[in-house]
């Protein structure tokens, strides 16, 4: 009976403690049968340890029942005076409730979990078998067997091992169940047994060391005559004996199943036989196995049966998984059959599927055992059939980073917590997290997580799947992965005679300084240098798929030496997407980007971004720009920091151009190169405004802070203003400035000159970066007039004296710098003269002509081939520019579209308006994209401008290569330019010397 008053304050202990039914609790707690234990808090405290209370009080109550009069005394006496056994007993009743049946039904098995002996706490298979030796029929080995779970269940439960060793014990358990199994069975037909040697090869994850609580034990049979035996007649007793064994294991009988065994890992599967012999396992495997079959015997592990053939197994196959990866499209099968465990997990059942679903812990599984097959051919530390150790082993080789490991590592624990107590629950096998509160809320309790542990469960749950989801994409699907399996091992192993063989069959003309290269790089035993010897096999193929595989590889190791004490590079080489590959695209396709990458190597990071590559447009540069230059001390650290930001940002312009031009294994060659063209000229012109602000800012501050007396602007003309640089282009520019109010005019001018003078200093201090020229020779009067004028200056002078030459130019016109609404006004005190109103007259015309005329007779280079002069030469730039300058001057009043400073808009602009017919747009639209390639390449490749094609073969091999011509091309590159150029020539004679 409970007394008055003692109900309130139990029922608040009881709440205190965790249990979420305080009634039945004390209910329980009031049977005679816990007489002996009613009262103790000792008692009470422990229930309120353990994961569900209420389900541990129940077991206890039934524990206690079951027990005989003359051992309940003592069952008391231990539970209330021995710490340890109190925690382990009430720990699996708290958490188990298919164990506490098992001790209901066998009340002296409490006694196992008495013992607190070092070898108890962390048995092996000695210790197992030991403890199923009694068994002698299927009923009695599950008996046992149960009785050995309790004791993993309570080391787990209670912290003394970890998630890792707890799987280990289970795998431990499992080999000696099936060695008892196949006693059992050898027993029962002692005929067969003593006709053949059978080999019971643990799978998965028995056979990784790595088991749950309730699993499918995967096994392969292996079977070979005994002495003097026929061999079809042992095959059949070894079958049965096979048989015998999976029955015995899996069969339901009065105390429940221990596990099924799974024989279909073998070949062929269901459908092949279920023992074979070793030579029929091999042939097999040889001729007709898939690559997920020997993914699947990475774990294979002689646990039972004849010990030598088991070994003798495992020898065999063992050359053949670490031969798989060679296999074709053996990264691409890998990733297709994950794909499909998850496209096959029913919709209902994908957001509980711990083990299959995303982010669960198959994406771990699969992303270590990919990455150990792909690398584990060359080295034989990741031959290791536990996930854990085979991902710490990744991390010791630099194959995965040591952050990404310490995270999967985390997640992965937590995760198979999480799957062992859920089955350790009923012990039935099932990856599904539970739905209903009280599920949860044991579960999380099990964990660790006491408060609000359903939420707590949920967030950690969460976090880590987000984890590994990120890391398996990361890991599983990088692209370097695919290009290291198609290496043969002697690829993957930098000997020096073989490697000089293979450098010189690759196309390296150097391949003793290549070598010394690679020894420089990979040498040694830093992580550094294990993480290079995973890159350079690949790396050292796409160097060869280029015209200048030497230059590639010294590039690579000047990058390399610049930034090889930076943790983030080699990293970023070996997880972030195409990197690797881009970085090697970009170093072996000329002198030009490599130079700007050795000035600035962290512009690397740019090649891992899927969005590093995309061009940064004028605003975002030019507010970069001037706070950096805000940020500087004097005018010339001020421009040199606006030259960082440009060499960077040329880097990122010409990276992207190299690798659209060239295409990588995730992204094809571009097909539309007037795109590539546009997109560079924006990027160039936008990021030369950008500078030549900061340096205006640079100059304006050095003398009169932050305000000048006149306000002024940057006009940029030419391909400056047609949004059309190339990267070797000067800047040609206008200078206009108009006194503010209350200045006097003279004073203004001079502050001008002076603004003008200091900006062109500093942007002509001497740099090792590409120049910025800004050259003033288009303005009025050329070099004899004055560099600066004021906007009325201008107006008169064009009102008075303004040449044709000098309307065409202005075609180009375009406010860069300065004072955003003086250089509008300007464009505005320009329209007229550009686009005159009628149209152009026959003089005019006329005159255009002989210029154009004058020009191609004086300004082509002394022995230039005419055709093949990008610039000045047939069908070149020049020829096109001019034809549509002279539409757009003829036609512009009438035509708003034609009222543009670029070239291609310009075209389109004409052809639209019926000006010209498409075909002949086409041909100088092509040409001129030709052309303005031809320049790019040339100083891509030289690292210095230039309007003709190298005539070094291998300089001219790389220009043939950016415009998509393969090896051995460069003469049907060059036939192509002069057939193209020839025909856009034709259409210039016919549009802009005919009427």
Not at 301 to 311: F, K, Q
Not at 354 to 370: I, M, N, S, T, Y
Not at 746 to 761: C, F, H, K
Not at 776 to 805: C, F, H, I, K, N
Request: aromatic residues 6%; proline residues 5%; charged residues 25%.
């Amino acid at each position: 009976m409970t007394v008055p008053g003692r109900r309130s304050s139990t029922f608040s202990r009881l709440l205190r403690h965790g249990f979420t039914d305080p009634s039945g609790a004390e209910r329980l707690l009031d049977l005679p049968e816990l007489s002996a234990l009613r009262g103790d808090s000792v008692l009470l405290d422990a229930l309120g340890a353990t994961a569900d209370p209420d389900l541990a009080l129940r077991g206890l109550v039934r524990l206690v029942e079951a027990q005989a009069e003359p051992e309940r005394q003592t069952f008391t006496t231990t539970l209330l005076s021995a710490k340890p056994f109190r925690d382990r007993l009430l720990g699996v009743l708290g958490t188990s409730e298919a164990l506490a049946d098992h001790l209901a039904r066998h009340p002296r098995d409490w006694e196992t979990l008495v013992t607190y002996e070092a070898t108890d706490l962390h048995p092996g298979i000695a210790e197992f078998e030991r403890g199923l030796a009694g068994a002698n029929d299927p009923v009695t080995l599950r008996i046992a067997y149960r009785r050995c779970l309790l004791g993993i269940a309570a080391r787990d439960v209670c912290g003394t091992t970890g998630v890792a060793q707890t799987a280990a014990e289970l795998a431990d358990l499992a080999t000696a169940t099936l060695r008892a199994a196949l006693a059992l069975a050898s027993a029962a037909e002692p005929a067969d047994a003593a006709q053949c040697r059978l080999a019971v090869i643990a799978m998965g994850k028995c056979g990784g060391h790595e088991l749950n609580y309730v699993s499918d034990v995967d096994v392969i049979f292996v079977g070979e005559p005994a002495e003097g035996a026929d061999e079809a007649k042992a095959i059949q007793a070894a079958t049965r004996l096979a048989s015998h064994l999976m029955r015995i294991c899996s069969e339901t009988t009065v105390e429940g199943t221990i596990w099924p065994v799974d024989a279909n890992l073998r070949p062929e599967g269901r459908n092949g036989p279920l023992v074979r012999t070793l030579s029929s396992h091999l042939a097999y495997y040889q001729r007709w196995a898939k690559t997920w079959e020997f993914q699947a015997l990475l774990k294979a592990r002689p646990v039972a049966g004849d010990p030598e053939l088991g070994s003798a197994y495992v020898d065999a196959v063992s050359p053949m998984v670490w031969q798989a990866a060679e296999r074709e499209n053996f990264v691409t099968d890998v990733q297709a059959m994950r794909r499909r465990v998850v496209d096959n997990i029913p919709v209902a059942q994908v957001d509980r599927e711990l083990k299959l679903g995303p982010g669960g812990l198959r994406d771990v599984e699969f992303a270590v055992q990919l990455l150990q097959l792909v690398h584990g051919r060359s080295d034989a530390t990741l031959h290791s059939g536990s996930t854990l150790d085979a991902l710490a082993a990744l991390a010791a080789g630099g194959y995965v980073g040591r952050a990404d490991a310490a995270q999967l590592d985390e997640a992965y624990r937590f995760l198979r917590a999480m799957e062992h107590r859920i089955q350790l629950y009923r012990l039935r096998r099932t990856h599904l997290v539970p739905e209903g509160e009280a599920d949860l809320r044991r579960l999380g309790r099990s964990l660790g997580l006491r408060t609000d542990p359903v939420a707590a469960l949920n967030k950690e749950w969460r976090r880590h799947a987000s984890v590994v989801r990120r890391l398996h994409e990361k890991l599983f699907y990088r692209p370097l992965l695919d290009a290291v399996a198609q290496l043969t091992p002697g690829e993957t192993r930098l000997s020096t005679k073989a490697a000089g063989q293979r450098l010189e069959a690759l196309g390296y003309a150097d391949p003793a300084a290549a070598l010394r290269h690679l020894e420089a790089l990979a040498s040694g035993v830093s992580r550094k240098a294990a993480i290079q010897r995973t890159l350079l096999p690949v790396l050292l193929g796409w160097f060869a798929d280029s015209a200048d595989p030497d230059a590639g590889l010294l590039g690579f190791r000047k990058v390399s030496d610049a930034l090889g004490k930076t943790p983030w590079y080699l990293r970023l080489l070996r997880d972030e997407g195409a990197a690797a590959e881009n970085l090697a695209r970009v170093l072996s396709a000329g002198r030009l980007a490599p130079d700007l990458l050795l000035r600035a190597p962290e512009a690397v990071a740019i090649l891992g971004d899927p969005e590093g590559l995309k061009p940064r447009g004028r605003d975002h540069l030019e507010q970069e720009v001037l706070a950096a230059v805000g940020r500087a001390d004097g005018a010339e650290q001020a421009v040199a920091a606006a030259r960082g930001v440009r060499r960077r940002e040329l880097f990122r312009t010409a990276a992207a151009d190299l690798i659209d031009s060239y295409g990588t294994e995730d992204s094809p060659r571009t097909s539309d190169p007037g795109a590539l063209v546009d997109r560079v000229g924006g990027a160039v012109t936008d990021l030369n405004a950008a500078t030549i602000a900061g340096a205006l800012r640079a100059a304006v501050r050095a003398e009169w802070g932050d305000e000048l007396p006149t306000r002024f602007a940057v006009i940029g003309m030419g391909r400056f203003g047609g949004h059309e640089l190339g990267y070797g282009s000067d800047a040609d520019v206008l200078f206009v400035h108009e006194p503010r109010e209350g200045v006097d005019e003279q004073e203004a001018t001079r502050a001008a000159n002076r603004v003008v003078a200091e900006m062109r200093r500093l942007l002509q201090l001497p740099t090792t970066d590409p120049p910025l020229l800004i050259d003033a020779d288009l303005r009025p009067e050329g070099r004899s007039g004055p560099l600066v004028r004021t906007l009325a200056s201008y107006a008169a002078y064009y009102r008075r004296w303004s040449l044709v030459w000098e309307s065409q130019a202005l075609l180009r016109a375009a406010p860069m710098a300065g004072d955003a609404d003086l250089g509008r006004r300007f464009v505005e005190l320009v329209d007229p003269l550009r686009y005159p109103a009628g149209g152009l007259g026959e003089e005019a015309v006329r005159e255009i002509r002989r210029l154009k005329a004058r020009m191609e007779s004086e300004r082509l280079p002394r022995g230039a081939d005419p055709t093949l002069h990008a610039k000045l030469g047939r069908g070149g730039l020049s020829d096109v520019e001019w034809t549509v300058q002279l539409l757009q001057m003829r036609h512009g009043w009438a035509e708003p579209a034609l009222r543009t400073t670029r070239t291609r808009p310009a075209l389109a602009a004409a052809h639209a308006a019926g000006l010209i017919p498409a075909e002949e747009a086409r041909t100088l639209d092509e040409a001129w994209v030709l052309a303005s390639r031809v320049r790019n390449a040339v100083m891509l490749v030289r690292g210095r401008p230039g309007d003709t094609f190298p005539t070094d073969p291998r300089e001219l091999a790389a220009v043939g290569r950016y415009l998509g011509y393969g090896p051995g091309h460069a003469g049907e590159m060059v036939d192509d330019y002069r057939r193209i150029t020839r025909r856009a020539r034709a259409v210039v004679d016919e549009l802009f010397y005919e009427d």
